[in-house]
């Protein structure tokens, strides 16, 4: 079955960094484009950013553009959001997802603040 698992989460105060991972099994990595979204408390799921089946073409949500970076190693079945420079408004849930599939993991918890 279809398994996303995401860490890397934690707390850190403004202008700090993470890196967020999520591993993935139950289907053929390399064969799909992932993104991370995130859920932040009292709104909707927004797409952060996406990342190509090969990894060649990423793409961001303005909001995070020139911050984070989303990457993915198709040999470990891993996609990566390094992020940086982070904002007490990029405090949220982190999600990965495959795209064209439902599911969704558990999700990793960030929070940004002094």
């Known amino acids: 079955q279809v398994q996303l698992v995401e860490s890397g989460g934690g707390l850190v105060q403004p202008g700090g960094s993470l890196r967020l991972s999520c591993a993935a099994s139950g289907f053929t990595f390399s064969s799909y484009a992932m993104s991370w979204y995130r859920q932040a408390p009292r709104k909707e799921r927004e797409l952060v950013a996406h990342i190509t089946s090969g990894g060649s073409m990423t793409s961001y949500a303005d909001s995070v553009k020139g911050r984070f970076t989303i990457s993915r190693d198709n040999v470990k079945n891993t996609v990566y959001l390094q992020m940086s420079s982070l904002k007490p408004e990029d405090t949220a849930v982190y999600y990965c997802?495959?795209?064209?599939?439902?599911?969704w993991g558990q999700g990793t918890q960030v929070t940004v603040s002094s």
């Open positions: 997802k495959a795209s064209r599939l439902v599911y």
